[in-house]
């Protein structure tokens, strides 16, 4: 089984930046995807980056494009997501999350099968 273990959220004003890790742990050969959500106080959670595990392709959210790039280590079986140019609206906690089957699509919360504990980020303006 698969565990997924976040960190690096934080507190930071507008226009910095910031890294999240996702350290993967248990039978990590199984994992296709990883991905990042976040989710806002009072809003659904929602689709932030993906990327494939063997390819490396990657996928992102229109809101952070540009901005946000998502990469894998598979040496350490870690994914990150390095933030930058930080908006107070990028303000939420983020969930690692991580699907053991293959994925037609990245962008559904549901169709991940493990997650982590989240981390915050606030960014304040």
Known sequence: QVQLVESGGGLVQAGDSLTLSCAASGRTSSHYTMAWFRQAPGLEREFVAAIRWSSGFTFYADSVKGRFTITRDRTTDTSYLQMNS????????????????????????????????????????
């Open 86 to 125: 930080l908006k107070p609206e990028d303000t939420a906690v983020y969930y690692c999350a991580c699907a053991t089957q293959y994925l037609l699509t990245v962008l559904t919360a549901e169709d991940y099968n493990l997650w982590g504990q989240g981390t915050q980020v606030a960014v304040s303006s």
